[in-house]
């Protein structure tokens, strides 16, 4: 039976998508940290991922940015499966740009991977001035692909202070339209975004403004607990703020947001970085109620380990410990596993959530790390640590890599960070994968993304 849809990546529900053909490229943005009049513009990198390919686990394309200093960051598709919905306004889209933020330098860059995509090509730059001046904002971080249109977060306004917030750009020639919001309430720090698409709501997260987060961690504000400890939960058609959720004030930086893929299940993880209490990490749970109400718990907390002051940064001698740092998570597209980044201790943690409410760690896989730097069997002794974590549609590979910001690298890594990305199966048992370990010699790699989709790019219309 023929299909009416408009691109062949695109899947009603998370089983189709987790059915489809596995990926066999990924794309990664990297940062290039040279100094002393060394610098080169970042890139972004596609990656051999079929395993019968020659070429598998190396770069076998790169785009180079037009300008030097951008922080390339987080990217996401123009497009994705959330096209299917019934009341999605361009039915007619494909999957076939990646928009590209600079954190730092704020452009905005549209790439085309459709006609080769091993040989991306740039086909945009939104400049940082008409994102200022139609929206109000600045430091595009997260790019979702909605219905009506493309969603991206920012860290806060052109001059560096709050609010953050959410602006949309236009499907068709991807100019900016304005700011998302109508009305704000109290809120005033962002980050990460996304929704529950069948009860039109949205959950927004917290770091800081970039002034508090652009020259590195800021040590008075962390212990005075002024980065962000709360989740907003809005009101989408409305375009209207309804409640704030409070995580409590110790509990710093509350970072990647992964609501359930099934759009029945009205819950979702979020990553906490730090405690200021005792340095531990969490994972809270949001459920939203049948009132439309949100509430939080905390489901998963994993303690910081002692350590030698002599093995830390100057930064963490005073506390005696590593704290985990969970900068990242993923769910899988099943809804099944959960997994989380310990960027400071150098350790992925794979999780079973079918019980949401009650985590159960299946698994565990140490990588770097700021004391024990765990060899990976292709490498040695690593630097850096399991960072921003990617899961593929079937939930069975799992790619990781080890740069978080280069302010903060400097301060949890002084000693610099090699660039890195490894492969994980999570088929069964949850283990390395030896073979696989791709070095980016003088760059530092972040968020991968996944040919034709990914378990952090699309949003699904139907249950089943």
């Known amino acids: 039976m023929a299909l009416l849809k408009p691109d062949p990546t695109f899947h009603a529900s998370p089983g189709e998508a987790a059915a489809a053909p596995p990926e066999t490229l990924g794309y990664v943005v990297t940062l290039n940290t040279g100094t002393n009049g060394d610098k080169a513009p970042d890139a972004l990198c596609v990656v051999d991922l079929d395993p019968s390919s020659s070429s598998y686990g190396t770069v076998v394309g790169r785009l180079d940015m037009p300008e030097i200093g951008d922080e390339l960051h987080h990217f996401g598709w123009n497009a994705c499966s959330s096209a299917l919905c019934p009341w999605a306004a361009h039915p007619h889209v494909e999957r076939r740009y990646l928009l590209i933020p600079g954190l730092r330098s704020s452009r905005l860059h549209v790439v085309d991977v459709k006609g080769d995509p091993r ?198 001698q005073p506390f005696g410990a590593v704290p985990p740092l969970v900068t990242d998570i993923a769910l899988s597209v099943d809804d099944s596993a959960l997994f989380v980044s310990c960027w400071g201790t150098g350790e992925i943690k794979r999780y079973d959530v079918t019980d949401p409410d009650n985590p159960r760690e299946t698994g565990s896989v140490r990588l770097g790390g700021i004391v024990e730097r765990t060899a990976h069997p292709a490498a040695g002794a690593l630097k850096g640590g399991p960072q921003m974590v990617e899961v593929s549609r079937d939930g069975k590979r799992i790619y990781l890599t080890n740069s978080l910001y280069a302010a903060w690298d400097e301060q949890f890594y002084p000693e610099g960070i090699d660039g890195w990305m490894v492969k994980l199966d999570a088929e069964g048992d949850f283990r390395l994968d030896p073979d696989f370990f791709l070095e980016f010699h003088g760059e530092r790699p972040h968020q991968v993304r996944l040919e034709g989709g990914d378990a952090s790019s699309d949003s699904y219309c139907f249950p089943d």
């Open 119 to 316: 040989q991306p090509k740039l086909e945009k730059v939104v400049e940082a001035d008409e994102i200022a001046r139609k929206a109000g904002y600045s430091r595009p971080h997260t790019i979702h692909c909605g219905p009506d249109g493309i969603y991206v977060s920012a860290l806060g306004a052109p001059d560096g202070d709050g609010p953050g917030g959410i602006f949309l750009l236009d499907h068709e020639n991807f100019s900016v339209k304005s700011a998302w919001e109508q009305d704000r309430g109290p809120q005033e720090l962002a980050y990460d975004f996304w929704w529950h698409i069948a009860y039109d709501t949205i959950v927004t997260s917290e770091w800081g403004t970039p002034n508090m987060v652009e020259d590195g961690l800021i040590g008075e504000l962390l212990l005075g607990n002024k980065y962000g400890h709360q989740l907003h939960v809005w009101d989408w058609k409305k375009r209207k703020h309804v409640q704030a959720v409070d995580l409590g004030a110790e509990h710093q930086m509350v970072l990647e947001l992964r609501p359930a893929h099934n759009p029945r299940n009205a819950y979702g993880f979020v990553g906490v970085v730090t405690s200021t209490a005792d340095l531990s990490a969490s994972v809270f749970l949001w459920r939203r109620a049948d009132d439309g109400t949100v509430s939080a718990k905390k489901v998963i907390s994993i303690p910081a380990e002692p350590a030698e002051a002599d093995q830390l940064p100057p930064l963490l």
